[in-house]
């Protein structure tokens, strides 16, 4: 079954075609990659998929859900890592995963024990008392995902998730992606072509 | 319970950024003591302590506003909040979420100047209570003012703007430093139609128990302050509508 498909997407401002009438479909489980140059529209259409943004033309079903006329369902099912980090900086890294439970409202119980399971398969355990502007870009990148699987989506999407990080700390991430391969649906935007 | 959570994070990240402890409360204080020391050498009818204090908890308010804007204009270029508009939040859930955790700390910093100025001499009486109330409707209109230029500014332009210049129109157009009518002419009409002097000369009436002092002031006030909430609605639903 298709986790994503779009049909003639399409994304303008005022006179600038941003996206322009995108086709195409996404497996339920399939690790999918949107490679281009800065500019190219792979946020705008990350953006349109996750419904941050309307599209101008066109529609995308998530898991069937129109992200034009059913948006309550599509967010339902969907976590998001913004290209920016993205997450509070003075809260520590436990208080980050707690917040983000809580506002997916999960029983204190509940929180505990993901935070502590997340934390383990993203390995931020050593770090979860450490406030989270004090991480490394690395740390950040992985805490800034843990939070968008929070909310246990059937959908991930990584907008450059690998964007100003050193080496290692890219493949390091790249493990932590590896290990989600396949129980997730995934989509990520990068513009290095080894990535894709 | 959403609100809640929302509102336990915006406090979280307002009280432990040390520099807004400095503002916040440092600041007040020191101009408190300060402005009393030149009182004790040089008497001045309007830092006696009965006057200044009203003036200096009004002034501190305006620190709300940048505490506000700061947070909500950093989580929009931190792309925060576009995370966040993932989640089940609904958009009053977002502007209580920012909103309420401020007002008891705005509360708490009127407070704690009382609690200066009793050290300092202020009689204890009642007032002292109904005037940190009063604080209330003052509280709101900074507050809304944060939420109105966190979500039309960036963090730079908040900077500039709720930190140098809403702190300065505050203190200058209050009545606290100096007697506006010595200046008197446009300056006066000006302030007279801002609610900085309007808030201050309130606060000063229930502080003297003079409860029939607070009108017409406390209209300005009121007026202001549902104005601010309003257009703070539009702007925050405006930015997230864009997002």
């Known amino acids: 079954m298709d986790a994503i498909k779009a049909e003639h997407l399409t994304k303008k401002y005022k006179d600038l075609t941003v996206v322009d009438g995108l086709d195409l479909a996404v497996r339920e489980g399939e690790l999918f990659s949107l490679l281009g140059v800065n500019g190219a529209g792979k946020t705008t259409t990350i953006k349109m998929l996750s419904c941050l943004t309307k599209p101008t033309g066109g529609d995308a079903y998530l898991l069937g859900n129109s992200i034009v006329s059913n948006t309550a369902e599509v967010k339902k099912s969907i976590g998001v890592s913004p290209q920016e980090t993205a997450i509070a900086p003075n809260l520590t890294v436990r208080e980050n995963l707690e917040f983000m439970c809580g506002l997916h409202g999960f029983s204190r119980e509940k929180r505990k024990q993901k935070t502590a399971d997340l934390a383990e398969r993203l390995g931020l355990a050593q770090v979860l008392g450490k406030k989270a502007e004090k991480l490394s870009g690395g740390y950040q990148r992985r805490l800034s995902i843990a939070m968008a699987l929070i909310g246990e989506p059937k959908i991930l999407f990584l907008d450059e998730p690998t964007l100003g990080l050193d080496v290692l700390a890219r493949s390091d991430l790249w493990d932590v992606i590896r290990l989600l391969k396949g129980k997730i649906t995934m989509i990520l935007t990068t513009h290095y072509m080894e990535e894709a | ?243």
């Not at chain 2, 406090?11 to 040390?18: C, Q, S, T, V, Y």
Request: net charge positive; with cysteine; hydrophobic share 55%.
């Open chain 2, 1 to 243: 319970m959403r609100i809640l959570i929302f509102s336990g994070r915006t406090a979280k990240e307002i009280l432990r950024d040390p520099l807004n402890l400095g503002f916040g409360l440092g600041f007040p204080l020191v101009l408190i003591f300060l402005l009393s020391a030149i009182q004790a050498n040089i008497p001045v009818s309007l830092f006696e302590i009965g006057s200044l204090t009203p003036g200096i908890t009004v002034f501190g308010l305006s620190f709300m506003t940048l505490f506000s804007a700061t947070l909500l204009a950093k989580d929009r270029e931190s792309a925060f909040l576009q995370r966040l508009y993932t989640t089940p939040l609904s958009a009053p859930d977002f502007i209580f979420g920012y909103a309420l955790p401020v007002l008891p700390i705005a509360l708490a910093q009127g407070a704690v100047c009382y609690v200066a100025a009793i050290l300092l001499g202020l009689p204890v009486t009642l007032t002292i209570l109904y005037a940190v109330l009063f604080l209330c409707p003052v509280s709101l209109f900074f507050i809304a003012l944060g939420l109105l230029f966190g979500s039309a500014l960036g963090v730079k332009q908040v900077g500039g703007i709720c930190g140098a210049l809403l702190t300065n129109l505050t203190a200058w157009l209050s009545g606290v430093w100096f007697d506006l009518d010595l200046v008197g002419g446009i300056f006066r009409k000006i302030a007279n139609v801002l609610p900085f002097v309007h808030a201050v000369e309130m606060e000063r009436a229930v502080l003297n128990g003079d409860f029939s002092g607070i009108f017409p002031h406390v209209w300005w006030v009121l007026g202001y302050a549902a104005a601010a909430v309003a257009l703070a609605v539009y702007f925050f639903l405006r930015q997230m509508k864009r997002q």
